[in-house]
């Protein structure tokens, strides 16, 4: 079995990931994780798909390439899996950051997580509200590793207080998942 990771993005219209997983399913191919948003009339797609040949990747580009001509998609690409990718990382905290939307705020909060060899397995962010002064909104999920959480919250505090943005870190119930 082989493993590729179909991405695509352009103008969001119905009918791309019926297109895509047409030409996934002639292969016999087989959604195994995905992800897919619209941001601002954007759309964004992330598949993780299995093949049974390995030779698979040629004839899945040649399948899906008019599915980015005929939708006018700007990109779809095939990347290969390879068996040494790391197993899926498991969430156990949410981190959430409210405030007044100003550049900075997603390079800061990841930063200080970086810092701390937290690994960041979810982000969203939206602009709430209307008006001169939106409400940023940002929501991670992360998996601690060796981090300390009280290292981490003193972390995110001084980034909210020079961010001038409300920060709080929780424990994700795993039973939410």
Do not use: C, W
Not at 100 to 115: F, T
């Amino acid at each position: 079995m082989a493993h590729f990771a179909v991405s695509a993005v352009g103008r969001d219209r119905a009918g791309i990931v019926a297109a895509i997983t047409a030409g996934l399913l002639d292969l016999e191919g087989n959604v195994e994780d995905s992800r897919m948003t619209i941001l601002r009339g954007q759309f964004a797609v992330m598949l993780i798909v299995s093949l049974p040949d390995a030779e698979g990747r040629a004839e899945l580009e040649r399948r899906l390439a008019p599915v980015r001509a005929d939708l006018g998609l700007d990109a779809l690409t095939v990347s290969p899996v390879g068996e040494s990718a790391s197993p899926q990382a498991a969430p156990d905290h949410v981190i959430t950051v409210y405030g007044a939307d100003h550049p900075g705020i997603v390079h800061s909060v990841s930063a200080a997580l970086a810092e701390q060899a937290v690994n960041i397995t979810d982000l969203q962010t939206k602009l709430a509200g209307s008006g001169p002064s939106p409400l940023y909104v940002m929501m991670l999920e992360v998996e601690l590793g060796e981090a300390e959480p009280a290292s981490l919250e003193r972390a995110l505090a001084d980034v909210g207080e020079r961010a001038d943005v409300e920060i709080a870190i929780r424990e994700l119930d795993s039973e939410a998942l």
